[in-house]
């Protein structure tokens, strides 16, 4: 069996809040083209038994293969979780918990009797309260890596855990990405973005829409738009893709939008390339990361 990842999309499909719909998000998404899921171990907000159930659906009618996709779900520490709808034991030790966690997982990703399954990334869902549990749980995950799961990576952290992870020497298994929040509030994480590219980190950024109503409406993003001849939405996701070792979690219930998002990311990214988009491209990459703070 290959213990590699499947290679990480640019866009990857939220499952987040699709409570009993999430099997049917799953598989419109999957048929309109995405090839990466993110779902995690965490009843309160996700259903990743359906988010497995849309994929084993997808797999079985031959749309796609398991080798084709990019499976990422979550380890999430009882502070995330609704106490009553848990995935493992409250009274677990911590490594425990993690086990049992990445069991449950496994069995909701298990699309065959003859296959045995396995995760692309299985991420961290916060560092817990102290940097030695955190420590405790990430050395619990690394003992599946590489087969079970193929890589590790970190959500909603702070750089000075993430710069832990990658320098420690106790530390076996670097992260290969990080799950954070691209909106205003933590300065769209330039600092911690930046450090994540010279790594050779992945940053994952979610509520690029819903947390950045200003960027929508801003100008850089519309004189892409109508340059490229895209919505606004595709232009802010294109210029995010543009500041570079970004992926981004796209969770929208629409079909139309789905279909939108996965082609005309290829529409900006053609037009950027030719003669007439590479000069507006530039200007409006340059203005946008100037918004953001971002070091030119």
């Known amino acids: 069996m290959d213990a590699k990842p499947a290679p990480m999309p640019k866009l990857l499909y939220g ?40 994929v084993k659906k997808v797999i079985s009618l031959g749309i796609v293969k398991r080798a084709d996709l990019f499976v990422q779900t979550k380890f999430t520490s009882v502070d995330g979780q609704d106490q009553k709808h848990l995935p493992y034991d409250l009274n677990a030790s911590l490594e425990e918990q993690v086990h049992s966690s990445v069991a449950s997982s ?10 045995e399954p396995y995760i692309d990334n299985l991420v961290l869902h916060s560092p817990l309260r102290t940097l030695s549990d955190t420590f405790s749980v990430w050395k619990a995950l690394e003992t599946y890596v590489p087969h079970r799961i193929r890589q590790l990576g970190i959500s909603n952290t702070p750089l000075e855990v993430v710069d832990f992870l990658n320098t420690s020497p106790d530390i076996t298994v670097r992260p290969a990405c ?76 629409n079909e139309a939008h789905m279909k939108a998002d996965l082609n005309d990311i290829n529409t900006v990214s053609e037009y950027a390339q030719s003669d007439e988009g590479q000069h507006v491209w530039s200007n409006c990459l340059h203005n946008f990361k100037k918004q953001i703070g971002e070091k030119q």
């Open 178 to 253: 990080v799950q954070n929040r691209f909106y205003p509030s933590t300065g769209w994480e330039v600092d911690l973005r930046g450090y994540c590219r010279e790594k050779g980190i992945t940053f994952q950024a979610f509520w690029t829409l819903s947390g950045n109503p200003r960027l929508l409406t801003s100008r850089s993003v519309h004189e892409l738009a109508a340059s490229a001849n895209v919505e606004p939405p595709v232009a802010l996701y294109a210029l995010v893709l543009g500041l570079e070792g970004i992926s981004i979690l796209d969770g929208t219930n």
């Open 106 to 115: 496994l069995n909701n990703f298990r699309y065959s009797e003859s296959d």
């Open 15 to 54: 499952t987040a809040w699709k409570k009993d719909a999430t099997a049917e998000l799953v598989i419109l998404a999957l048929k309109t083209g995405f090839r990466g899921i993110d779902t995690a171990a965490q009843p309160r907000h996700y259903r990743e038994d359906l988010v497995g159930a849309g």
